[in-house]
């Protein structure tokens, strides 16, 4: 099992451009996440999902949109960046049941906003 | 709210000894989880431990233990026979719900050789 996997590992932006960042997992996970992680901080969740079709905001969701159309991919997309939104994104995945509520991380997308 | 308060931005061991890093947290929720995640230079979060609230034993994963103190709502790791390979930061984290997973602001652990 490959686990949670992210892609870009890093990535410029222009403020104003819009770009979508990839995960997927292949641990048949129902839950999904996007946290971001700013320099010196703890992870805030941005947005999760239950399940296919379905999803809901986090502690910050303003400047982001996501959807998820498999059990599989999560994708989370960013509209008109804004350096406020530099930062590092994981994604994480859960069974999200009782006793399995263990998230597991990808390694991270590293976003800089200019 | 849940908040997770780690009151140690910093700490160092020396190779092959033990080091305690402090975490303090705030729920109204009976049920709930406790992590330790590490995380290296390279980013990836690693989950080191975690531990049930309903459980009175000490959660232990080889040279990693908790001391998981319910009525003072604390939850503390220690780091035996510390390693090289243990600098990274470490974060503490509560969750009450599949979705509601909050984090301390971590501690950066230095091994010294």
């Known amino acids: 099992n490959a686990g949670v996997t992210q892609t870009p590992k890093f990535r410029i932006l222009k403020i104003g451009q819009s770009m979508t960042l990839q995960c997927t997992q292949d641990?048949?996970?129902?839950?999904m996440y996007w946290y971001r992680q700013d320099p010196g901080m703890g992870l805030k969740l941005i947005y999760y999902s239950v399940g296919a079709g379905i999803t809901d905001k986090g502690e910050v969701p303003n400047g982001y949109n996501v959807s998820r159309s498999t059990t599989e991919d999560f994708p989370l997309r960013l509209e008109l960046a804004a350096p406020s939104q530099t930062s590092v994104y994981f994604c994480?995945?859960?069974?999200?049941?009782?006793?399995?509520?263990?998230?597991?991380f990808g390694p991270g997308t590293r976003l800089l906003v200019l | 709210a849940q908040t997770v308060t780690q009151s140690q931005p910093e700490m160092s061991v020396q190779e092959a000894e033990t080091v305690t890093l402090s975490c303090t947290y705030d729920?109204?929720?009976?049920?709930?989880?406790l992590f330790w995640y590490k995380q290296p230079p390279s980013r990836q979060m690693i989950l080191v431990i975690r531990q049930e609230a309903y459980k009175q034993q000490n959660a232990t994963e080889n040279r990693f233990s908790v001391n998981f103190q319910k009525a003072a709502k604390s939850f503390s790791l220690k780091i035996s026979d510390s390693q090289l390979g243990d600098a990274a930061m470490y974060f503490c984290?509560?969750?009450?719900?599949?979705?509601?997973?909050?984090f301390g602001t971590g501690t950066r652990l230095t091994v010294i050789p």
């Open positions: 994480a995945s859960s069974y999200g049941t009782l006793n399995q509520e263990t998230q597991y």
């Open positions: 641990m048949n996970h129902n839950y």
């Open positions: 984290a509560c969750q009450t719900g599949a979705n509601n997973l909050f």
């Open positions: 729920t109204s929720e009976s049920d709930y989880y």
